[in-house]
């Protein structure tokens, strides 16, 4: 069972930024596309974005878009999420996970390996 690292997250006040990476050893994951999902107390977890194999397609939840940034680094077997102008409701556990296909078209359905998750607070 491939078990994916990640890193980052923490506490943030509002309006801050964090990054968190994902990554692995002993398994490239250049050849799949990763997404990251978040699940707040209480609710269900939310794909919120995903990069393809070779980056050549990203896609963002609404909720993210315009302040998450989603990237990879192949040399690095890594990836990664830039998270700016944080919100109070972005509070939630974070996972990475690797898709079992190259692109994110269907993101939600094709998860295969996840990261262990990392907290994220959001709070003044």
């Known amino acids: 069972q491939l078990q994916l690292v990640q890193s980052g997250g923490g506490l943030v006040q509002p309006g801050g930024s964090l990054t968190l990476s994902c990554t692995t050893s002993?398994?490239?994951?250049?050849?799949?596309?990763i997404a990251w999902f978040r699940q707040a107390p209480g609710k269900e977890r939310e794909g919120i974005s995903c990069?393809?194999?070779?980056?050549?397609?990203?896609k963002y939840a609404d909720s993210v878009k315009g302040r998450f940034t989603i990237s990879r680094d192949g040399t690095k077997n890594t990836a990664s999420l830039q998270m700016n102008s944080l919100k109070p409701e972005d509070t939630a556990v974070y996972y990475c996970s690797m898709l079992r296909s190259a692109d994110c078209d269907n993101y939600y359905g094709d998860t295969y390996y996840w990261g262990q998750g990392t907290q994220v607070t959001v709070t003044s």
């Open positions: 002993g398994f490239t994951l250049n050849y799949y596309a």
């Open positions: 990069i393809s194999s070779r980056s050549r397609n990203t």
